[in-house]
């Protein structure tokens, strides 16, 4: 089988693009006139494994949707296949996107779709773009019929998770820039301001206090060998970077975050809020649960909370039930197991679950809301602590002096 590259013409007048595989050129235009489509020009094109794997079988240069980009293309597809045919609504989009790497991505959908397959196998062309989970409630939409209603909620989905990206990285903005500024005076203090003053002193021939003495060698420590210490973070970066890398290390590395007892608490609300709405959204769906739950438990990065996804999903499929098997698993919120225990009971799960997802999502916000409002205040004081010593060793000797001249 060979791989032609095609412009036509659709019924409706539309050009198209594309690429369809057959024995030769007469076959590949036999194939395009069944679709019903006008051949204007056809070539011999790349293999598809060509045109799938970059030079060197390397894919760093493959072009791959953000977040922010896979959200709003979600949400345009929603709203276009409720009033047009899903050809037409990826055509429209391809037009009006402005980023080139993203054109590319839905032309290969859209082309996928016209040569007559599913959008689920269309998508899965893009892996790194559309993932399983993504994938997998778009092939339950179009097997029950539902696809402009799954793509609503997948919409949905998306951005809320996007608005608690965005909320999150808005509240470690401001304490992060700070910390950064207040790390940078430090040392611009210690490795500039103290090293002048303290030829000053050198003459005096004076004792000088032991808070002076002591500013005074962390300085030259942080003159003489700031090398070293640049030398000894790195490697304490990458061999913590390869001990994690081991599963054991990382699975007792990521139970002690959970522990933790700010950080912790962040962690596993964050992860029940976003498990507890795409459970809610699949549900809804007709999605199997079990599925869901492997599909999810796929996106998780807390290897801790990862293996308790796991052994929630083999319980289900022992015959248990999910409010069980979270409580079992000993790692989620309270609230979230007795409201899906309330769910499976009233058989409502779907809707339980989206409440508690909110419930969960507002207790983030007012928890991060209230640790930025106390961290803000804590760097400031600590970066006055340090500053304040600083100026006071090297005032303490002025003040000596000048006791001494006044004697």
Same mark, same amino acid.
């Given at each position: 089988?060979?791989?032609?590259?095609?412009?036509?013409?659709?019924?409706?007048?539309?050009?198209?693009?594309?690429?369809?595989?057959?024995?030769?050129?007469?076959?590949?235009?036999?194939?395009?006139?069944?679709?019903?489509?006008?051949?204007?020009?056809?070539?011999?094109?790349?293999?598809?494994?060509?045109?799938?794997?970059?030079?060197?079988?390397?894919?760093?240069?493959?072009?791959?949707?953000?977040?922010?980009?896979?959200?709003?293309?979600?949400?345009?597809?929603?709203?276009?296949?409720?009033?047009?045919?899903?050809?037409?609504?990826?055509?429209?989009?391809?037009?009006?996107?402005?980023?080139?790497?993203?054109?590319?991505?839905?032309?290969?959908?859209?082309?996928?779709?016209?040569?007559?397959?599913?959008?689920?196998?269309?998508?899965?062309?893009?892996?790194?773009?559309?993932?399983?989970?993504?994938?997998?409630?778009?092939?339950?939409?179009?097997?029950?019929?539902?696809?402009?209603?799954?793509?609503?909620?997948?919409?949905?989905?998306?951005?809320?998770?996007?608005?608690?990206?965005?909320?999150?990285?808005?509240?470690?903005?401001?304490?992060?820039?700070?910390?950064?500024?207040?790390?940078?005076?430090?040392?611009?203090?210690?490795?500039?301001?103290?090293?002048?003053?303290?030829?000053?002193?050198?003459?005096?021939?004076?004792?000088?206090?032991?808070?002076?003495?002591?500013?005074?060698?962390?300085?030259?420590?942080?003159?003489?060998?700031?090398?070293?210490? !640049?030398?000894? %973070? /790195?490697?304490?970066?990458? =061999? +913590?970077?390869? #001990?994690?890398?081991?599963?054991? *290390?990382? $699975?007792?590395?990521?139970?002690?975050?959970?522990?933790?007892?700010?950080?912790?608490?962040?962690?596993?609300?964050?992860?029940?809020?976003?498990?507890?709405?795409?459970?809610?959204?699949?549900?809804?769906?007709?999605?199997?649960?079990?599925?869901?739950?492997?599909?999810?438990?796929?996106?998780?990065?807390?290897?801790?909370?990862?293996?308790?996804?796991?052994?929630?999903?083999?319980?289900?499929?022992?015959?248990?039930?999910?409010?069980?098997?979270?409580?079992?698993?000993?790692?989620?919120?309270?609230?979230?197991?007795?409201?899906?225990?309330?769910?499976?009971?009233?058989?409502?799960?779907?809707?339980?679950?989206?409440?508690?997802?909110?419930?969960?999502?507002?207790?983030?916000?007012?928890?991060?809301?209230?640790?930025?409002?106390? !961290?803000?205040? %804590? /760097?400031?004081?600590?970066? =006055? +602590?340090?500053? #304040?010593?600083?100026?006071?060793? *090297?005032? $303490?000797?002025?003040?000596?002096?000048?006791?001494?001249?006044?004697?």
């Amino acid at each position: 089988m060979a791989d032609f590259d095609y412009l036509a013409i659709d019924t409706r007048g539309n050009e198209t693009r594309g690429h369809v595989s057959a024995t030769d050129m007469e076959a590949a235009r036999a194939a395009l006139n069944r679709k019903r489509l006008y051949v204007v020009r056809i070539d011999p094109g790349a293999t598809p494994q060509a045109r799938t794997r970059p030079l060197f079988g390397l894919e760093l240069g493959r072009p791959k949707m953000s977040g922010k980009q896979l959200t709003l293309f979600t949400r345009q597809l929603a709203t276009l296949n409720r009033v047009s045919p899903l050809e037409e609504s990826l055509r429209t989009i391809t037009r009006q996107t402005e980023q080139e790497s993203v054109r590319a991505i839905v032309q290969t959908v859209h082309t996928a779709v016209v040569e007559g397959r599913r959008l689920a196998d269309a998508m899965a062309r893009e892996p790194k773009s559309f993932p399983p989970l993504y994938r997998a409630m778009v092939a339950a939409g179009e097997s029950s019929g539902t696809l402009p209603q799954i793509m609503e909620r997948l919409s949905t989905l998306l951005e809320r998770q996007a608005e608690i990206r965005g909320k999150l990285l808005t509240a470690m903005a401001y304490p992060s820039v700070l910390a950064t500024v207040a790390l940078g005076v430090v040392l611009a203090l210690m490795t500039f301001v103290v090293p002048q003053v303290v030829e000053q002193f050198d003459t005096v021939g004076q004792e000088l206090p032991l808070l002076t003495r002591v500013v005074i060698g962390l300085s030259d420590v942080l003159v003489g060998w700031w090398w070293l210490m !640049l030398l000894t %973070l /790195i490697a304490i970066g990458v =061999g +913590a970077w390869a #001990a994690l890398r081991q599963p054991p *290390i990382r $699975l007792a590395f990521d139970s002690w975050l959970l522990r933790v007892p700010l950080l912790g608490r962040l962690l596993r609300d964050l992860h029940a809020a976003r498990m507890a709405r795409t459970l809610s959204t699949m549900v809804a769906s007709r999605l199997p649960l079990l599925e869901g739950l492997s599909l999810t438990a796929g996106t998780i990065h807390n290897r801790r909370l990862k293996a308790a996804s796991d052994e929630i999903t083999e319980s289900i499929r022992g015959g248990g039930s999910l409010s069980a098997a979270m409580r079992r698993a000993g790692v989620f919120p309270p609230l979230l197991v007795y409201l899906a225990a309330s769910g499976e009971a009233a058989g409502r799960l779907d809707e339980m679950l989206e409440r508690a997802a909110d419930y969960l999502e507002r207790e983030f916000d007012r928890f991060t809301a209230t640790a930025m409002s106390l !961290l803000e205040p %804590l /760097i400031i004081v600590i970066m =006055g +602590a340090i500053v #304040a010593t600083i100026v006071l060793s *090297i005032l $303490l000797p002025i003040l000596q002096l000048n006791t001494l001249a006044g004697q």
